[in-house]
């Protein structure tokens, strides 16, 4: 038991030694691996320093050099620019001196002119006696011979007088009477000039586009499952609807569409309404078709006198009977060879106020017999005789006063005028029905024409922007005061006056404005 006890504390002693041995050879260990450390980062330091040095050392070698460089730039510079100067130095000076010898020779002429002057004055003034002498000579010479005159002649100066002043009476009477014929015939032309400048005035205030091309409305369906629905079982529907309006309806291929074909407009109208209606409301049946054809026609009724009184408020005119409204709206669903009826009577009222009021006329009487003057067209489909005759028949009826009723029965020379308004409505009417842009020409026609000219104008150099106004019958650019001088742009008008007239068909003329500092016009004709 005891030599047990000494083995346990004999192993405890030796495992104590070994661990103090341990901790010291672990100590020394990191002693000289901390020596070892220190030493490697102090040589690594030093070869870092060394590296900046050297690096420091190039730069300042590189700044130097760079500003050696500018220097020598710098100075290479000022003596260019001083040789430049110097130059122009004694090129100023070379001038001067070139300057100073002509005004040298100019002084030189002037007084060589100036002694020149002073003998042309003093051989000047000794003709000017000469001919002092000479004209009281004449004078002598002159009576003699009237006195000889008055001897040969056997007649006193004032006899001679009397005789020559009957001769100069004759001949100027007859002189006058040339005159006066002249005088007339230029009033004539000169009356032409007048009322073509008269009518190109009222054309140039007036030029509404009227144009109208179709004789067919498209209503427009929310999806192809509603033609069916429109043409009901076996067709029921369809046909109740064409019976009711009295247009033909057109199903075919085009897709979520219809077409409503007649070339009545009021009945056209009435069916469109009538059938969007319908697609909106959904309940498509011969029943509900009557009862929106109906509604249809009121509305429309309502919508065609609206537009009767929006054209009487633009134009001033009152005192309209309400049948007579009712007539004027019709005219917004007919058309004359394209041309929209109401818009066509708007526009000639306007132009006979223009007429009228240039001549000198009462222009309210003007402008009430141009709107009426179609007025039968309400009717002429429905009752025997011409527009005109039944115009006037209507304006009679619905307290119209002679003069309107007799502008609107002579318009179209088919009864005599008893006043000068016919005159004026048949001019209005005229220009209004024949101006460029109205009758027998398509929208596209009208607007490829536009964009033609305009065309034209933009492609010359300078012109910054082109307008086309009037309906087509004149175009205005503007180009750039800059680069275009005011000799330069009256050229350019009349060049893309030419450009015009050689690549484009049209009919009347059409007038080239160009717009700087001053406008310069042009007419291609």
Same mark, same amino acid.
């Given at each position: 038991?005891?030599?047990?006890?000494?083995?346990?504390?004999?192993?405890?002693?030796?495992?104590?030694?070994?661990?103090?041995?341990?901790?010291?050879?672990?100590?020394?260990?990191?002693?000289?691996?901390?020596?070892?450390?220190?030493?490697?980062?102090?040589?690594?330091?030093?070869?870092?320093?060394?590296? #900046?040095?050297?690096?420091?050392?190039?730069?300042?070698?590189?700044?130097?050099?760079?500003?050696?460089?500018?220097?020598?730039?710098?100075?290479?510079?000022?003596?260019?620019?001083?040789?430049?100067?110097?130059?122009?130095?004694?090129?100023?000076?070379?001038?001067?001196?070139?300057?100073?010898?002509?005004?040298?020779?100019?002084?030189?002429?002037?007084?060589?002119?100036?002694?020149?002057?002073?003998?042309?004055?003093?051989?000047?003034?000794?003709?000017?006696?000469?001919?002092?002498?000479?004209?009281?000579?004449?004078?002598?010479?002159?009576?003699?011979?009237?006195?000889?005159?008055?001897?040969?002649?056997?007649?006193?100066?004032?006899?001679?007088?009397?005789?020559?002043?009957?001769?100069?009476?004759?001949?100027?009477?007859?002189?006058?009477?040339?005159?006066?014929?002249?005088?007339?015939?230029?009033?004539?032309?000169?009356?032409?000039?007048?009322?073509?400048?008269?009518?190109?005035?009222?054309?140039?205030?007036?030029?509404?586009?009227?144009?109208?091309?179709?004789?067919?409305?498209?209503?427009?369906?929310?999806?192809?499952?509603?033609?069916?629905?429109?043409?009901?079982?076996?067709?029921?529907?369809?046909?109740?609807?064409?019976?009711?309006?009295?247009?033909?309806?057109?199903?075919?291929?085009?897709?979520?569409?219809?077409?409503?074909?007649?070339?009545?407009?009021?009945?056209?109208?009435?069916?469109?309404?009538?059938?969007?209606?319908?697609?909106?409301?959904?309940?498509?049946?011969?029943?509900?078709?009557?009862?929106?054809?109906?509604?249809?026609?009121?509305?429309?009724?309502?919508?065609?006198?609206?537009?009767?009184?929006?054209?009487?408020?633009?134009?001033?005119?009152?005192?309209?009977?309400?049948?007579?409204?009712?007539?004027?709206?019709?005219?917004?669903?007919?058309?004359?060879?394209?041309?929209?009826?109401?818009?066509?009577?708007?526009?000639?009222?306007?132009?006979?106020?223009?007429?009228?009021?240039?001549?000198?006329?009462?222009?309210?009487?003007?402008?009430?017999?141009?709107?009426?003057?179609?007025?039968?067209?309400?009717?002429?489909?429905?009752?025997?005789?011409?527009?005109?005759?039944?115009?006037?028949?209507?304006?009679?009826?619905?307290?119209?006063?002679?003069?309107?009723?007799?502008?609107?029965? #002579?318009?179209?020379?088919?009864?005599?005028?008893?006043?000068?308004?016919?005159?004026?409505?048949?001019?209005?009417?005229?220009?209004?029905?024949?101006?460029?842009?109205?009758?027998?020409?398509?929208?596209?026609?009208?607007?490829?024409?536009?964009?033609?000219?305009?065309?034209?104008?933009?492609?010359?150099?300078?012109?910054?922007?082109?307008?086309?106004?009037?309906?087509?019958?004149?175009?205005?650019?503007?180009?750039?005061?800059?680069?275009?001088?005011? #000799?330069?742009?009256?050229?350019?008008?009349?060049?893309?006056?030419?450009?015009?007239?050689?690549?484009?068909?049209?009919?009347?003329?059409?007038?080239?404005?160009?717009?700087?500092?001053?406008?310069?016009?042009?007419?291609?004709?």
């Amino acid at each position: 038991m005891y030599n047990e006890i000494i083995l346990s504390v004999l192993g405890i002693v030796i495992c104590l030694g070994a661990f103090i041995v341990g901790v010291q050879w672990r100590s020394i260990i990191d002693k000289k691996y901390t020596e070892k450390k220190e030493h490697n980062a102090q040589n690594q330091a030093d070869i870092i320093l060394d590296k #900046a040095k050297k690096e420091a050392e190039l730069q300042k070698k590189t700044a130097i050099l760079e500003a050696k460089d500018e220097w020598f730039k710098a100075k290479s510079e000022f003596e260019r620019e001083t040789a430049v100067k110097k130059d122009e130095l004694r090129n100023d000076a070379q001038r001067i001196k070139e300057e100073n010898i002509e005004i040298k020779n100019r002084q030189e002429v002037i007084s060589k002119r100036e002694i020149e002057f002073a003998a042309r004055e003093n051989f000047l003034n000794s003709k000017e006696k000469t001919l002092r002498t000479k004209d009281a000579e004449l004078s002598r010479l002159l009576k003699q011979q009237n006195e000889k005159l008055e001897r040969i002649a056997h007649m006193t100066q004032e006899e001679a007088k009397k005789n020559l002043f009957e001769n100069l009476e004759n001949q100027v009477r007859y002189e006058c009477a040339q005159m006066i014929k002249e005088r007339k015939d230029d009033a004539r032309a000169e009356a032409e000039k007048e009322a073509r400048e008269i009518t190109l005035h009222a054309i140039q205030r007036c030029a509404a586009d009227t144009t109208v091309e179709s004789t067919v409305s498209v209503v427009h369906l929310p999806n192809d499952e509603m033609k069916g629905r429109i043409i009901g079982r076996e067709g029921r529907n369809i046909r109740a609807f064409e019976e009711a309006t009295g247009i033909d309806v057109i199903v075919d291929d085009t897709p979520e569409a219809v077409i409503l074909s007649c070339f009545d407009p009021i009945r056209r109208e009435i069916a469109r309404l009538a059938l969007e209606k319908l697609i909106s409301d959904g309940r498509i049946h011969p029943g509900r078709i009557e009862e929106l054809i109906k509604k249809s026609e009121v509305e429309l009724n309502k919508k065609m006198k609206a537009a009767a009184e929006e054209v009487m408020y633009d134009l001033d005119v009152h005192g309209l009977k309400p049948k007579l409204v009712e007539m004027l709206g019709r005219l917004k669903y007919r058309t004359s060879y394209g041309q929209n009826v109401l818009q066509h009577s708007k526009e000639v009222a306007v132009l006979c106020g223009i007429i009228a009021s240039e001549l000198g006329f009462d222009s309210k009487i003007a402008v009430r017999a141009g709107l009426l003057h179609d007025i039968g067209k309400a009717i002429d489909r429905e009752t025997e005789g011409t527009h005109s005759e039944l115009g006037a028949d209507l304006a009679r009826r619905y307290g119209e006063n002679d003069i309107i009723c007799n502008a609107v029965a #002579a318009h179209h020379e088919d009864v005599t005028a008893i006043s000068h308004y016919p005159v004026i409505v048949q001019a209005a009417d005229t220009i209004s029905s024949t101006r460029p842009g109205v009758r027998r020409e398509t929208l596209t026609n009208y607007v490829n024409r536009l964009s033609k000219l305009e065309e034209i104008a933009d492609s010359f150099k300078g012109v910054s922007k082109s307008f086309v106004i009037q309906a087509g019958r004149e175009i205005r650019a503007m180009v750039e005061p800059d680069s275009i001088s005011d #000799a330069e742009a009256e050229e350019m008008a009349a060049q893309i006056a030419t450009k015009i007239q050689d690549e484009m068909e049209y009919p009347g003329q059409i007038k080239v404005t160009i717009i700087r500092e001053i406008r310069y016009s042009e007419y291609a004709k």
